[in-house]
């Protein structure tokens, strides 16, 4: 069990993907660039089965998980972790019910 102490702990921010980028030495690894409003962050993730043109996530408001420690990847440093859930064949973002302004914590 968590408690409710640990749970604090965790950093969670809405940000925007600004980039997105399939990572040739990774078959299964995306590079994503998130505007947290005050910082960018790289956030790599291995969900490229599930988008061969990267491109569609550009614009997309997804929490993240920042203050996690850092990980290197393939050679690339990954500074957080998507919020997402997955059914039998696809990937699916938690999302904000509306836009928001990018780098607001999640409560």
Same mark, same amino acid.
């Given at each position: $069990?968590?408690?409710?102490?640990?749970?604090?702990? /965790?950093?969670?921010?809405?940000?925007?993907? *600004?980039? %997105?980028? +399939?990572?040739?030495?990774?078959?299964?690894?995306?590079? /994503? *660039?998130?505007?947290?409003?005050?910082? +960018?962050?790289? =956030? $790599? @993730? %291995?969900?490229? %089965?599930?988008?061969?043109?990267?491109?569609? /996530?550009?614009? +997309?408001?997804?929490?993240? =998980?920042?203050? /996690?420690?850092?990980?290197?990847?393939?050679?690339?440093? @990954?500074?957080? $972790? *998507? $919020?997402?859930?997955?059914?039998?064949? @696809? *990937?699916?973002?938690?999302?904000?019910? +509306?836009?928001?302004?990018?780098?607001?914590?999640?409560?």
């Amino acid at each position: $069990m968590v408690t409710f102490d640990d749970f604090t702990k /965790l950093e969670i921010k809405v940000g925007t993907i *600004i980039e %997105a980028t +399939k990572i040739p030495q990774g078959d299964r690894l995306l590079q /994503l *660039i998130f505007d947290f409003g005050d910082e +960018k962050r790289q =956030i $790599m @993730s %291995a969900i490229a %089965a599930f988008y061969p043109d990267p491109s569609v /996530l550009v614009g +997309k408001q997804i929490p993240v =998980i920042t203050n /996690l420690e850092t990980r290197t990847l393939k050679g690339h440093v @990954s500074q957080g $972790m *998507i $919020m997402a859930t997955d059914d039998e064949n @696809s *990937i699916v973002f938690l999302v904000p019910e +509306k836009p928001v302004k990018n780098g607001v914590r999640v409560h």
